[in-house]
Structure formats: structure tokens, C-alpha cells
């Protein structure tokens, strides 16, 4: 069988035995139906972050990437937001809050001592932890009947999507379908 044929195959298959995908023509192309799965992941993904509980209740799950990106190292708002594709107002009220938590502590900037630099304290440390162990908990269960291959299959593409995502964010990309 033609590999068009086995991917439109797949397709309506994927379609019958995910009845949450929206009935909708066959789509034409491989990326059509990935546009399709997107908006469904996303979608689902935003209601188990709704559900899920805190590891702290005042710390909002949307600033936990500030705390993973200060892993590396002391980083300035500024640098913060950019690394979180935010704006720096809403960065600097996420981290005036993690501070005030003591999650956070703000000092000179090494680079430049007019700066201030902000540092992951002992508790943010924990708590971090806390977070990344939820999560791979959580993983792990809903995984479970996945082989560790295709688990590392999966994450590969992944990164190689989101790599592609994040360069396309500053690239401009000419769309076809104009």
C-alpha cells in the first residue's frame, strides 16, 4: 500500500478510536492532522494544569519555568522573560511573589552591579524538586503502557519540535496557504 494511503489509513483510524477529536473531513496532509492533534494536546494539557493540584498554594504553576530556568544560574528579569517567552512586567510579578515565598532571593548581577540578579534559594530548590518529581510521577502513570523506546522516541521528537517551534518564533516563516 502506497505510504499515502497507510498515513489517510491511520488517520480515520486515529480518528475512530479518539472519539474527543471533532468529526471533520479527511484531512489532506500529514499536517493537517497534526494541526488537528495539537489543538486537541494543547487543549487537554491546559485542563489537567487547571486540575492538578499545587505544590504550593501561592505559587501559580505558571511561574514554575521561571524556577527551572534559574537552575542554570542567577538571571535578570530581563533575561527571564525572554527565556519564557513573557513579557517582563508579567515576569517581574511572578518574581516579586517568588520572593516574597523565599523562593526567590534578588542580588548584584555580576556582571553589571547595577543590575539585580535573581537566585533559586534552598526552598525553591525544594521546591522544584517537588515539582519535577509530581510530574514524573504523574508521566510515569499515564505512560505506563508505553516501552521505555518509544517514551525516548516520543521526548526525541518532541525536542526536535519544540526547537523548531522556539527558532520559528524569531524566524518568520512564509506560509503557504496564501
Known amino acids: 500500500m502506497p ?7 491511520a488517520a480515520s483510524n ?3 478510536e479518539f ?5 471533520s473531513p479527511t484531512p489532506s496532509t500529514p499536517t493537517a492532522v497534526l494541526g488537528d492533534d495539537l ?9 489537567v494544569r487547571q486540575q492538578a493540584p499545587r505544590r504550593h498554594p501561592q505559587v501559580d504553576p505558571m511561574a514554575y519555568p521561571l524556577l527551572f530556568n534559574l537552575v542554570a544560574g542567577p538571571r535578570r528579569v530581563s ?6 517567552h513573557s513579557d517582563v512586567s508579567t515576569v517581574s510579578r511572578q518574581v516579586s511573589l517568588l520572593v516574597d515565598l523565599g523562593f526567590v532571593t534578588r542580588g548584584p548581577d555580576p ?7 535573581l537566585t533559586l ?13 509530581d510530574r514524573d510521577r504523574w508521566l510515569r502513570g499515564l505512560l505506563a503502557d508505553w516501552d521505555d523506546d518509544d517514551v525516548v522516541a516520543f521526548s526525541r ?3 526536535h519540535f519544540a526547537a523548531d517551534l522556539e527558532a520559528s518564533l524569531s524566524t518568520p516563516t512564509r506560509r503557504t496557504d496564501r
Do not use: N, S
Open 14 to 16: 486515529f480518528r475512530e
Open 19 to 23: 472519539p474527543g477529536m471533532p468529526p
Open 39 to 47: 489543538v486537541r494536546v494543547v487543549k487537554l494539557l491546559h485542563h
Open 3 to 9: 505510504r499515502r494511503r497507510i498515513w489517510l489509513y
Open 121 to 133: 534559594t534552598d526552598e525553591g530548590q525544594a521546591l522544584l524538586h517537588g515539582i519535577r518529581d
Open 157 to 159: 521528537h518532541l525536542r
Open 111 to 117: 556582571d553589571d552591579g547595577r543590575a539585580q540578579a
Open 79 to 84: 533575561a527571564l522573560a525572554e527565556a519564557i
